[in-house]
Protein backbone atom coordinates (compact mmCIF):
# COMPACT_ATOMS: atom_id res chain seq x y z
CA UNK A 1 0.00 0.00 0.00
CA UNK A 2 1.54 3.36 -0.85
CA UNK A 3 1.12 6.52 1.69
CA UNK A 4 0.01 8.67 -1.08
CA UNK A 5 -3.48 7.53 -2.37
CA UNK A 6 -6.17 9.21 -3.55
CA UNK A 7 -9.73 9.31 -0.84
CA UNK A 8 -11.51 6.78 -2.86
CA UNK A 9 -8.33 4.47 -2.40
CA UNK A 10 -7.89 5.34 0.77
CA UNK A 11 -11.23 4.50 1.85
CA UNK A 12 -11.42 1.48 -0.09
CA UNK A 13 -8.08 -0.05 1.32
CA UNK A 14 -8.95 1.10 5.30
CA UNK A 15 -12.36 -0.49 5.28
CA UNK A 16 -11.59 -3.99 4.07
CA UNK A 17 -12.00 -5.98 7.41
CA UNK A 18 -9.17 -7.60 6.59
CA UNK A 19 -6.72 -4.32 6.75
CA UNK A 20 -8.98 -3.14 10.10
CA UNK A 21 -8.47 -6.75 11.78
CA UNK A 22 -5.04 -6.38 11.35
CA UNK A 23 -4.57 -2.87 11.85
CA UNK A 24 -6.94 -3.61 15.56
CA UNK A 25 -4.50 -6.36 16.23
CA UNK A 26 -1.27 -4.06 15.42
CA UNK A 27 -0.29 -6.54 12.09
CA UNK A 28 0.60 -3.62 10.14
CA UNK A 29 3.60 -1.62 9.27
CA UNK A 30 4.11 1.48 10.82
CA UNK A 31 3.80 3.24 7.52
CA UNK A 32 0.23 1.54 6.95
CA UNK A 33 -0.79 2.00 10.50
CA UNK A 34 0.10 5.44 10.79
CA UNK A 35 -1.76 5.87 7.07
CA UNK A 36 -5.19 4.24 8.85
CA UNK A 37 -4.98 6.58 11.91
CA UNK A 38 -4.23 9.44 9.27
CA UNK A 39 -7.73 8.62 7.27
CA UNK A 40 -9.63 7.52 10.33
CA UNK A 41 -9.14 10.57 11.82
CA UNK A 42 -10.34 12.60 9.05
CA UNK A 43 -12.82 10.65 8.11
CA UNK A 44 -15.86 9.86 10.75
CA UNK A 45 -17.30 6.52 8.70
CA UNK A 46 -13.98 5.12 8.30
CA UNK A 47 -13.56 5.77 11.92
CA UNK A 48 -17.29 3.91 12.85
CA UNK A 49 -16.21 1.09 10.45
CA UNK A 50 -12.94 0.77 12.61
CA UNK A 51 -14.92 0.38 15.65
CA UNK A 52 -17.81 -1.88 14.28
CA UNK A 53 -14.64 -4.20 13.32
CA UNK A 54 -13.14 -4.06 16.63
CA UNK A 55 -16.41 -5.94 17.74
CA UNK A 56 -15.97 -7.94 15.47
CA UNK A 57 -12.86 -9.40 16.20
CA UNK A 58 -14.39 -9.74 19.95
CA UNK A 59 -17.05 -11.86 18.40
CA UNK A 60 -14.48 -13.48 16.68
CA UNK A 61 -12.38 -14.41 20.03
CA UNK A 62 -15.51 -15.38 21.93
CA UNK A 63 -16.46 -17.82 19.45
CA UNK A 64 -12.65 -18.91 19.46
CA UNK A 65 -12.20 -18.68 16.08
CA UNK A 66 -8.69 -16.48 15.28
CA UNK A 67 -6.00 -17.74 13.89
CA UNK A 68 -2.95 -18.88 16.85
CA UNK A 69 -1.76 -15.27 15.82
CA UNK A 70 -4.06 -13.58 15.57
CA UNK A 71 -5.30 -14.76 19.44
CA UNK A 72 -1.60 -14.12 20.37
CA UNK A 73 -1.81 -10.52 19.64
CA UNK A 74 -5.34 -10.49 20.65
CA UNK A 75 -4.51 -11.78 24.11
CA UNK A 76 -1.23 -9.50 24.35
CA UNK A 77 -3.72 -6.48 23.41
CA UNK A 78 -6.63 -7.07 25.84
CA UNK A 79 -3.92 -7.61 28.77
CA UNK A 80 -3.28 -4.22 28.14
CA UNK A 81 -5.96 -2.32 27.54
CA UNK A 82 -9.22 -2.00 30.12
CA UNK A 83 -11.24 -0.31 27.27
CA UNK A 84 -11.17 -3.80 25.22
CA UNK A 85 -11.35 -5.69 28.66
CA UNK A 86 -14.36 -4.15 29.23
CA UNK A 87 -15.88 -4.67 25.72
CA UNK A 88 -15.44 -8.35 26.05
CA UNK A 89 -17.27 -8.38 29.44
CA UNK A 90 -20.08 -6.90 27.42
CA UNK A 91 -19.88 -9.26 24.23
CA UNK A 92 -20.14 -11.98 26.60
CA UNK A 93 -22.99 -10.46 28.62
CA UNK A 94 -24.79 -9.72 25.54
CA UNK A 95 -24.06 -13.35 23.73
CA UNK A 96 -25.38 -14.41 27.06
CA UNK A 97 -28.58 -12.80 26.83
CA UNK A 98 -29.13 -13.50 23.18
CA UNK A 99 -28.73 -17.05 23.72
CA UNK A 100 -31.63 -16.82 26.70
CA UNK A 101 -35.07 -16.96 24.96
CA UNK A 102 -37.57 -14.44 26.87
CA UNK A 103 -34.88 -12.79 28.70
CA UNK A 104 -33.90 -10.26 25.87
CA UNK A 105 -36.43 -7.58 26.40
CA UNK A 106 -38.36 -7.06 30.10
CA UNK A 107 -42.25 -6.02 29.50
CA UNK A 108 -42.38 -2.68 29.84
CA UNK A 109 -46.38 -2.36 28.45
CA UNK A 110 -47.62 -2.02 32.20
CA UNK B 1 -4.51 -5.02 33.55
CA UNK B 2 -1.40 -1.78 32.78
CA UNK B 3 0.94 -1.39 35.27
CA UNK B 4 1.85 1.80 33.64
CA UNK B 5 2.12 5.51 35.72
CA UNK B 6 -0.55 7.83 34.59
CA UNK B 7 1.43 10.59 32.08
CA UNK B 8 2.18 13.64 33.14
CA UNK B 9 0.72 16.65 32.15
CA UNK B 10 2.86 19.18 30.73
CA UNK B 11 -0.01 21.61 29.78
CA UNK B 12 -3.26 23.00 31.27
CA UNK B 13 -5.53 24.51 29.02
CA UNK B 14 -6.11 27.80 29.49
CA UNK B 15 -9.59 29.72 27.77
CA UNK B 16 -7.49 31.84 25.59
CA UNK B 17 -5.52 28.47 23.99
CA UNK B 18 -8.93 26.75 24.46
CA UNK B 19 -10.31 29.78 22.23
CA UNK B 20 -7.10 29.18 19.38
CA UNK B 21 -8.02 25.35 18.86
CA UNK B 22 -11.77 26.14 18.47
CA UNK B 23 -11.17 28.56 15.69
CA UNK B 24 -8.77 26.53 13.90
CA UNK B 25 -11.67 23.92 13.85
CA UNK B 26 -13.98 25.93 12.18
CA UNK B 27 -15.40 29.68 12.29
CA UNK B 28 -18.82 27.98 13.48
CA UNK B 29 -18.35 27.36 17.63
CA UNK B 30 -20.71 24.66 17.79
CA UNK B 31 -19.40 22.67 14.66
CA UNK B 32 -16.00 23.42 15.88
CA UNK B 33 -17.23 22.05 19.66
CA UNK B 34 -18.72 18.90 17.87
CA UNK B 35 -14.98 18.34 16.04
CA UNK B 36 -13.51 19.04 19.28
CA UNK B 37 -15.51 16.28 20.80
CA UNK B 38 -15.07 13.83 17.99
CA UNK B 39 -11.22 14.28 17.83
CA UNK B 40 -11.15 13.42 21.49
CA UNK B 41 -12.92 10.25 20.89
CA UNK B 42 -10.82 9.15 17.92
CA UNK B 43 -7.87 9.82 19.93
CA UNK B 44 -8.78 7.98 22.91
CA UNK B 45 -9.46 4.91 20.59
CA UNK B 46 -6.18 5.55 18.77
CA UNK B 47 -4.11 5.32 21.98
CA UNK B 48 -6.44 2.47 23.37
CA UNK B 49 -5.65 0.28 19.59
CA UNK B 50 -2.22 1.46 20.42
CA UNK B 51 -1.72 -0.36 23.61
CA UNK B 52 -1.14 2.62 25.56
CA UNK B 53 -2.56 2.54 29.28
CA UNK B 54 -4.41 5.82 30.05
CA UNK B 55 -5.84 6.76 26.63
CA UNK B 56 -8.65 9.43 27.52
CA UNK B 57 -5.45 11.38 29.42
CA UNK B 58 -2.96 10.67 26.54
CA UNK B 59 -5.93 12.64 23.77
CA UNK B 60 -6.30 15.34 26.25
CA UNK B 61 -2.32 15.71 26.30
CA UNK B 62 -2.75 15.34 22.42
CA UNK B 63 -5.16 18.01 22.51
CA UNK B 64 -3.18 20.36 24.93
CA UNK B 65 -0.14 20.05 22.77
CA UNK B 66 -1.39 21.45 19.78
CA UNK B 67 -3.27 24.02 21.18
CA UNK B 68 -0.38 25.39 22.78
CA UNK B 69 1.27 24.91 19.78
CA UNK B 70 -0.97 26.66 18.05
CA UNK B 71 -1.25 29.53 20.85
CA UNK B 72 2.66 29.88 20.41
CA UNK B 73 1.79 31.04 16.26
CA UNK B 74 2.39 27.56 14.15
CA UNK B 75 0.64 28.01 11.24
CA UNK B 76 -1.23 25.15 10.05
CA UNK B 77 -1.69 24.73 5.97
CA UNK B 78 -5.65 24.67 5.03
CA UNK B 79 -6.93 20.85 6.12
CA UNK B 80 -3.98 20.08 7.89
CA UNK B 81 -5.03 19.81 11.26
CA UNK B 82 -5.67 15.91 11.40
CA UNK B 83 -2.03 15.20 10.15
CA UNK B 84 -1.00 17.61 13.14
CA UNK B 85 -3.33 15.86 15.69
CA UNK B 86 -2.07 12.64 14.41
CA UNK B 87 2.02 13.55 14.14
CA UNK B 88 1.28 15.17 17.93
CA UNK B 89 -0.48 11.82 19.42
CA UNK B 90 2.60 9.27 17.55
CA UNK B 91 5.08 11.08 19.15
CA UNK B 92 2.98 10.60 22.53
CA UNK B 93 3.00 6.99 21.40
CA UNK B 94 6.35 6.69 20.98
CA UNK B 95 7.04 8.83 24.40
CA UNK B 96 4.61 6.54 26.66
CA UNK B 97 6.99 3.31 25.54
CA UNK B 98 9.81 4.13 25.93
CA UNK B 99 9.05 5.64 29.64
CA UNK B 100 6.97 2.02 30.10
CA UNK B 101 9.95 0.31 29.10
CA UNK B 102 12.44 1.94 30.92
CA UNK B 103 10.25 2.04 34.22
CA UNK B 104 9.26 -2.08 33.41
CA UNK B 105 13.35 -2.73 32.99
CA UNK B 106 13.70 -0.78 36.49
CA UNK B 107 11.27 -2.58 38.46
CA UNK B 108 11.49 -6.05 36.87
CA UNK B 109 8.19 -6.01 35.88
CA UNK B 110 5.94 -9.59 35.44
CA UNK B 111 4.16 -8.94 32.17
CA UNK B 112 0.74 -7.95 32.78
CA UNK B 113 -1.57 -10.87 33.75
CA UNK B 114 -5.15 -11.23 31.59
CA UNK B 115 -7.97 -10.10 33.35
CA UNK B 116 -9.88 -12.19 35.60
CA UNK B 117 -13.27 -13.54 34.75
CA UNK B 118 -15.63 -11.65 36.80
CA UNK B 119 -17.67 -13.13 39.93
CA UNK B 120 -20.47 -14.78 39.56
CA UNK B 121 -22.16 -11.80 41.63
CA UNK B 122 -20.67 -9.20 39.30
CA UNK B 123 -21.70 -11.25 35.93
CA UNK B 124 -25.48 -11.38 37.48
CA UNK B 125 -25.41 -7.73 38.05
CA UNK B 126 -24.25 -7.45 34.97
CA UNK B 127 -27.08 -9.45 32.79
CA UNK B 128 -29.54 -7.93 34.67
CA UNK B 129 -28.12 -4.61 33.86
CA UNK B 130 -27.59 -5.58 30.23
CA UNK B 131 -31.58 -6.69 30.19
CA UNK B 132 -33.25 -3.36 31.63
CA UNK B 133 -31.14 -1.30 29.09
CA UNK B 134 -32.44 -4.03 26.14
CA UNK B 135 -35.70 -2.30 27.52
CA UNK B 136 -34.48 0.96 26.49
CA UNK B 137 -34.57 0.08 22.42
CA UNK B 138 -37.40 0.01 20.19
CA UNK B 139 -38.92 -3.67 19.54
CA UNK B 140 -36.80 -2.82 16.03
CA UNK B 141 -33.76 -2.07 17.49
CA UNK B 142 -33.69 -5.29 20.12
CA UNK B 143 -34.65 -7.34 17.46
CA UNK B 144 -31.76 -6.54 15.16
CA UNK B 145 -29.35 -7.12 17.56
CA UNK B 146 -30.33 -9.89 18.86
CA UNK B 147 -31.03 -11.18 14.83
CA UNK B 148 -27.22 -9.85 14.76
CA UNK B 149 -26.06 -12.34 17.11
CA UNK B 150 -28.07 -14.80 16.38
CA UNK B 151 -26.48 -18.36 15.67
CA UNK B 152 -22.64 -19.44 16.09
CA UNK B 153 -19.85 -19.45 13.89
CA UNK B 154 -20.73 -19.76 10.18
CA UNK B 155 -24.44 -20.03 10.78
CA UNK B 156 -24.16 -16.69 12.36
CA UNK B 157 -22.50 -15.46 9.25
CA UNK B 158 -24.82 -16.37 6.81
CA UNK B 159 -27.87 -15.30 9.15
CA UNK B 160 -25.96 -11.62 8.93
CA UNK B 161 -25.69 -11.69 5.02
CA UNK B 162 -29.37 -12.22 5.45
CA UNK B 163 -30.22 -9.53 7.61
CA UNK B 164 -28.32 -7.10 5.55
CA UNK B 165 -30.42 -8.54 2.38
CA UNK B 166 -33.41 -8.16 4.01
CA UNK B 167 -32.91 -4.64 5.27
CA UNK B 168 -31.42 -3.90 1.41
CA UNK B 169 -28.23 -2.88 3.26
CA UNK B 170 -24.28 -3.27 2.63
CA UNK B 171 -22.80 -5.75 5.32
CA UNK B 172 -20.70 -2.97 6.38
CA UNK B 173 -23.72 -0.49 7.29
CA UNK B 174 -25.48 -3.59 8.92
CA UNK B 175 -22.05 -3.62 10.83
CA UNK B 176 -21.93 -0.11 11.45
CA UNK B 177 -25.90 0.13 12.53
CA UNK B 178 -25.41 -2.88 14.96
CA UNK B 179 -22.40 -0.88 16.43
CA UNK B 180 -24.49 1.86 17.41
CA UNK B 181 -26.71 -0.02 19.44
CA UNK B 182 -24.37 -1.69 20.77
CA UNK B 183 -22.31 1.74 22.38
CA UNK B 184 -25.67 2.53 23.49
CA UNK B 185 -26.19 -0.44 25.30
CA UNK B 186 -22.65 -0.54 26.31
CA UNK B 187 -22.90 3.01 28.19
CA UNK B 188 -26.57 2.09 29.70
CA UNK B 189 -24.80 -1.03 30.88
CA UNK B 190 -22.06 0.88 32.75
CA UNK B 191 -24.19 3.58 33.61
CA UNK B 192 -26.64 0.70 35.24
CA UNK B 193 -23.68 -1.07 36.70
CA UNK B 194 -21.72 1.68 38.29
CA UNK B 195 -25.15 2.42 39.74
CA UNK B 196 -24.93 -0.88 42.02
CA UNK B 197 -27.14 -2.78 39.58
CA UNK B 198 -30.39 -3.22 37.48
CA UNK B 199 -32.37 -4.11 40.91
CA UNK B 200 -32.13 -0.62 41.58
CA UNK B 201 -33.58 0.59 38.17
CA UNK B 202 -36.47 -1.78 38.25
CA UNK B 203 -37.75 -1.59 41.42
CA UNK B 204 -36.63 2.08 42.14
CA UNK B 205 -35.40 3.16 45.33
CA UNK B 206 -36.62 1.46 48.82
CA UNK B 207 -38.55 -1.48 47.04
Known sequence: MTVRATPRRAVEYVIEPEVCARYLLADLSDEERAFVEGWLLEDDELFEVIVAAEHELIDEYLDGVLSADGLTRFEIHLARSHGLARRVEFSRALRSLVARPGRRRPDTSH | ?207
Not at chain 2, 3 to 24: I, K, N, V
Open chain 2, 1 to 207: MPRAERPRRDWELTGSTLEGLLDCLGADRTLAGERYEQIRRKLIKIFEWRGCAFPEDLADETINRVAHKLEDGVELPEGSVFCYFQSVARMLVKETFTREARRNSALRLRPPQSPRVAEDQAWQIRLECLHTCMAGLSAAECELVVAYYRGERGEKIQNRKELAASLGIPMNALRIRVHRLRERLERCMQRCHGAGGAGETLRGPGA
